[in-house]
Each structure stands twice: as C-alpha cells, then as structure tokens.
C-alpha cells in the first residue's frame, strides 16, 4: 500500500509548484463578482428552491451545451481527417539534411524535463549507459538498441532539475562568473544525498560542488558526443511570468501583456544562442538538438483556462497560447541559428492532440509539471521517429504513424537533419514496428525493460520533496508566499492579510508555519487524495474509470471533500501544538490577532462564504441551512466571538490538545472545555436565535422532532408549517431563559462523549425529558411561564395538539409512555417521578392552563378557542395519567380538583364551569370522578378488567375532547 500511495505522491520541484498551487486554490474564487459586505448583522433573504421551469430551461441549456460540445468534436475530427487527406508532398526536412552516424554518442543537457524528473516517484531518473533510468534520452537509448543494439556506443543524462539558461550559461563557460549562482541547485542536491534515491549521488558524481574545476567531466562529455539533445527555457520563462501573475489576474489585462511575454522571449532566444555557441565550441561537430516543451499540468489544462479566461477573455485557449509562447521563442531561435550552424535542430515533440487525448497516461500526476514515464516514452518514440526514419515525404509518414497530422508535422518543417543511423539495413516500416508497433499504444504501453527494472523501486515520500525544495530555497519560497498574499486581492479574495504577512515576516514564525505543514505531511495527504479520487472515480461523468477532463468545478468540490477529512487539518493541528509550547505569552498574543483578523476578512468574504458552505455539508450535520443564512451567521460577531473564545482556549491549553486521533476528537475536547463557561453558552443562544430566521434550519429542526417523537407528519401535509412555526416561536421563547441553558449544556455533554459524525443519533428528546423532568428544570419551566408576558402560548398550544393527533396510539413513544405500565425506556428516559416532581409539574400544568384558559376567554374565534380547550385536555389528561402511572390513582383523583380553581383565576365562575364541562364533561366538582367521565377512565386506566377505558383515553387525546362533548 505504501508503494502504490507513494506512486501517486507529487515531486513539487521548482519555483511553478508553489505558483500552480497557487493558481488552483485562488480559482475558486476569481469568476465572481465582490459584494459590498459591510452593514447589518441580519440574516438576508432566504433562498427559494428552484421551480420545474428553472430546472426544466438549465436540464434544456445542459443537453444543447452537451450538443454543441459533440458537434464540435465531430468537426474537429473531420477537420484532422480532410487535413491528414490534404497532406501535399511536401518534405520533412530538406532532401541534403540528412547525416551519416556509424554509431551513436547520446548526451542530454537542460532543465528536469531532459533530466527525467518524474513525480511518481519524486526524483529526477537521469540513467546512462551504465545504469539506466527513465527520462526520455533512457528510452531514446533503448529504442535505438531495440533495433540494433550496436548503434548505441554510449549516452550520458548531464540534465538538472530546476536548471534555467542563466544557470548553463556558468556552466558551459564557467569563467564567466556572472552567471554563478550555486545556491540554485541546493534542491536538487537535496534530493540526490537521499537514502532512497535510486540514483544517490550521481549529481555530486558528475559536478561535485558546481565550482569551476568540477565541470570537466561535462566538458568531456560534450566533447565526445555526436548527438547532444536539450531542454533549456522553461524556468527562466517561469520566473519572468511570475511577475505578470498579479496583472493578469487583476482583470486589467490589454495587448500590453503580449509586449512583455515578448520582452521575456526575446531573452530566452538571446540565452540559447549563447548555449549553442559555447556548445560548439567545445564540439562544432555533434548534432545539436533543442526540444519543445509538452503541456505542464497536462490534466489541469481545462482548468487553467477556466481560470484564466475569467482574466484574459480575448484569449481562446490561453494555456495553449503561453505554452506556444515558449516553444515559438526555442523555434525561432534555432531557426536563427540553422541560418550559420546547420548542427542546430529544433523538434517538436508535442502532438498537442494526442497529449491532450492521453493525458492521464502522459502525465498522470496532476499538480506535477513534468510527464509521467509514458510521457517520457512518447517524447523518446517521437524523437526516434523523427530522427532515424528515412521517409521525408510528410503524406507517406502519415500513412506510417497514424496519429501525426498535418499541424504536428509542419510545427518543426525543415528545422531538424534526419540522422542516418541504421544505413540501409531496415526499412521505415521496421522501424515503426519495432518503436511504433501495429497500433498508437502497442509499443508506448507495453513494460518493456526499464520500466520493469523500476516495478519496485521505493517511491519518495511527499513529505520529503516538499521538504528539501522548501529548505533548500526558503528565501525564495518566503518572498514568493509573502508576494502571494500581498497580491491575493489580484486573485479574486478581498482579504486584508495584512496581520499574517507581519507574522511570517518573522523567520521564526514562517519556520514554524511552514514545518509544521510539511512535518504534519498535510500537504501529502491532501494530493494524495486528491490524486487518488480523480484515477479512480468517474468525477467527470463520462463513463469511463478515472477522470478524464479535470474541471475547475470537479476540483474545487474535490478539495472541499479531503478538507473535511481527518488527516487533512489535524495533523497540522497536532504538529501546531508541539510548536506552541515553546512561544512565548507575547508570541501567542500576536497569534491569536492573526487569527482573528483572518477569520474576519475571511468570513466577511462572499467566495470564502460559499467554500466554507460546502466544507460545512460535507460533515452531515443534522440541522441544515441555507447557503444565504449560513453567509449571514458568518457575518455575524457573535460567531467571531465565539471562535475566538475557542482559540484562547487552544493557545492558552495547548497540551489538552496533543496527539488527538480525529477531527471529531479536536472539536469535542474543545466542546468539553468550553461548554460551562457562561460567555460560550450565550454565544451559542444568540447565534441559535439567528439559525431560526432560516427556513432550511427550521425545517432540519421540525424533521428531527418529528422523527423522534414518530410523528405521522410529513413535508407536504398542511400541518408541517403549523408545526415547524410553532416549534420555532416556542424554542425562541425559551432562548433567553435559564432553561435553555440547561438543555444546551445537556446536549453539549452528549457530544463530548459521541463522535460528531453520528450527532444525528443523539436522544434529544431524551435529554429534553431529563434535564426538564428533575425539580430544577421543573422550576425552571415554572418561572418562565410566569415571568415572560410574552411566552407565545398559542404556538405551544399547537404543539401539544399536533404531538397528540398525529402520535400512533399503539407505537409512538408519546402513547406508550402513557399507557404501558410495564413500559421499559432508557435510564435517560425515565422521568423518575417523585412527590417533590409532581408537585412541581403540577404546578408547571397549572399554569400553563391558567394561559390557555385565560386566552380562550379572550378569544372570539372559534378555532382558535378549540386549539385551547385541545390543548387544555390534553395536558390534563395526561397529569392524571402519570399521576396514576408512578404515584397510584387515589393521588390523581385528589389533586384533578385543584385544576377548577386554577381556570376559575381571572373568570367567572360560570365560564370555568363551562370550561370544565367541554374539556371533562363534568357540570360539577362532584360529577368529575362519575362513571364514564375522563377523571374516572384514568383511575382504571392500567386495570386489566377494564380495558375500555384505556381505549376511550386514547381516542380522546387523539380528537383532543372526551368522546361526543365538544
């Protein structure tokens, strides 16, 4: 397992793998517009859902984009084909181009692209004749040994990772020391000193320490080759593109733009002449060869585009342009060159189709810019074919190799000499059957000898890459992080970073940042994953294993998910913590401002809003809420507040915190800290009051009520909205109660004990019944009916009706509680009645009736004043009854009494009568207990001889009236 995870880990070499990370995770935020999102604290409007009609025009426009995509493809395809039948009879090459070779002396020089470097396994694989690797000069090799293996006298990989043209220009004349800078290949001599490099000092082995009297052995090399092939350009076109980031992705983009790229190319064309000539120099007579760069990031160039065409709109296919930017200048350059040296050639190695047709087998790992091991092998397939095979005629090579077209062939028309390798003894057809094969993969994908010899070759670890490259050129990674963050309002997030970029302006804190992302191994986790979903999951839909075309979209729902994962943040947290213990109170200070103020320009974002909506859905929360409100909690101080609270309490107790096994883990520890301190407490409330202006909470809320109470209620019936507004005015009510408090400490004590992905499962209705149910909470209840003039009495008359009617009579919890004598619950359930309880739940059942009588006198309404006497009797009915369940019938016939005189308060005598007489049936004290009354039927309640009487209950709190009395 170790093996295939480290296969996918991603070698992020050179100053692009910063700066590509960058591009990625600043895309999610750069194709929308910035709100004003300053003002009020208040919840905007709630989202509608979608009609039929909207749903039916985007299903309508999705099927004619799909349309328009495949007629394009269609086109597209006829085109090549008419294309590939136009061929004219034009040459390849000029007919005298081609040189004589008895045998072949195979160099390459250049950047990592020519050393091999290959992020499956995280190291540069520069082979030679003595012990091969697998950059494309070690295919190109055995390519040429296939056929006729004493061809090959030798071939040697001098290539270096990371190397720009400035840097060879020392090292091809190293008496110029303008150009010294040894500090450059600091990275790669990190990695070369590592234990499991399959090629372990063989940098040091052929330039020791880079200084002058080191580079003989290059020298020699050079001088004895016949074929020297290169990859120069890349990273110093990088380096200067670096510096146009901020402008292009400032939207202020002109034609402006196209003068500096060719400012910057005109540079690049100036450094490889210089190369050329000191090159011939040293051999005037070996067969130089420049190539064209494939596609960087080959699997993300849909989603480059994407991003940069929010920027550059009048650019079609802008990845393509800048790539060709690059590739034009090396062309143009040769061309330059060929005019006096003839020795100079430039092949193009990139089918732009057939790069983009096979990407995830060419390029499979998707943040690394170099090609995989098939890659490497095709750019070897094409330079052999190119080079060796006698055909020049361009119509009759189509025929050869079928996948070359027009476009691949006139890219480098008459800028290279065919090379005269094999004499007359194989024809070109047996050349392509042994380097080609019968069919476009038959060679390309078949293991042959290197790629067997490296089956089981142990993989660098991501941890380790990152590492040497960040510690090997920390200056430079500082200043690019700090230039980042300072343009990060060029790239679509109006954050003020001012707070962090003076945090990290201090060596000490960016060194404890930064070790702890690499050491925590965060970064590993979060590609490998990453790297993972899109080989092995259709994200793309197109029904073929993997994913083929990586969108912007694709992407940012993919990070989305492994961010809400275990081992994409606590590692970092973990690593954090050991790294806390050490600063000092000043330190922490400065900490926890950095935090805050980020936090707030984060949350104040809308982008950072609707990324932060989608990590939040990824944990499965019980309680759901609209995207609009979620935005508008995040605005809200009382969030800022309460994080804040949970940070001091991080920074100030870090060693609470070490090695915690899960996310759940980190958030219950800090729950379990936090949940009596008062401050957090009235946090929660105050943001909990916000969450019920949302109709997607109040409906989370109202579900899982339903679902645990077994109410026969659903989403479309009429009394759902009766009973979500109801819940919410009566939760409201109790918010700012001391009630309430209890209820939330209760059920933060449960998540400290329960992992928070099965928060669902948590008995809320349990915990409500124990902490309400004991004299505390009886007294509780008991002040907040009598204090708050506002307690909406008519909202929990409509809950205790909707309870009761839509309960089933023999399964719910609700009836069973009621009825079963022998009933057996959970220990959280059992209210535990005792004589201090019932009188005090008398009491709680007397006041509430003294509020429903009282505004069923006042009420002119019919209805209305039926939701009342309901209410009324059934409250009542079921003191008696669990009056009669745990303290005995004899005492819920004394005290049915006191409930007369509690109606008779603020009514005339003849009014509670009445009152009476409809919810009991009773037209007096002494006929209440008469036979066939309410009162009576719950004295026999749990007697067997009597089971009728059970019956009549039920049926009676189901209609919410005793039998025919109404």
Known sequence: MKIKRRRLLIALSGSLIVSASALIATACAVNQDNGDNSGSTELPPVNQDKTDQQKAAEQKAAEQKAAEQKAAEQKAAEQKAADKDNLNNNLLTSPDSRIKLDKLNLLALGDSVAAGFNGEYGYQLSGDSKNAGLSYIDFLANFVKSVDETKLESYDNYALTGSTLKNWLYLLNSDDQSQSNQNSFNFLRSLDSKEDNPFKDSVKEKFGSFSKDDLNKLYEKIKSANLITINLGANDYLNALKNLFPMIFSGKVGFSLLT?????????????????????KMNPNAQVVFLSYPMPLLRLTDTLNEIIKTKISFFDDPADLILGFLNNAIKSAVTKLRVDNKNVSFIDVYDKDDWAKNSDTFAPTIFDIHPGTIGYKKIAQDLFLKLFLKQNNQKELSNLISNWDKIYFTNDENKFNKLNLFNQKYSDRELVQKVYGTSEKDILLKLDELQIKFKNVKHSSMKDVVSSYVNSNKTEVKMLVKTMFSQVASFGFPLDLSSLLNFINDDQNFDWIVDSLINSEVITNLLFNLQNAVNTDDLDQNGIAGTQKITLAILKDQFVKMLSKDDAILPFINTLVLGLKTKTDQQKSSIKKVVSDFLKTTFENDQMGTLLFKLVEQLKLPLEISETSFKGVLKNQNLLDLINLAVNDFLENSDQYVSLASLNQFLSKLISRLK???????????LFRLLLKDESFKTSITTKVIEEAELKIKPEDNNFKLFKDSLANVVDGFLTKDIFDVLIKGVLSKIDLTNLNQITNLPFADLIKSKIFNLDGMLFTLNLIKEDNNFDIHSFASLVNIFFETSDTETSSLYRELFEKNYSSSSESKIGFGWDIFGKLKEVISEFSVLLASEYFKESNSEIKDVYK????????TFYTFATKYLGAWFAWS?????????LRGAEESESYRLQELTMGAKADKKMWQVGSPSYATYHIYDKWYPKYAKDLKESLVKGYWKDLK
């Open 260 to 280: 500096d790229i060719n400012k910057i190319t005109a540079v690049i064309q100036s450094d490889i002449n210089k190369v050329s000539e000191l090159i011939k």
């Open 895 to 903: 005290t049915a009494y006191d409930f007369i005189n509690v109606w």
């Open 676 to 686: 009596d301190k008062q401050e957090f407490i009235d946090l929660i409330k105050k």
């Open 870 to 877: 309901k209410a009324m009797y059934r409250l009542e009915i």
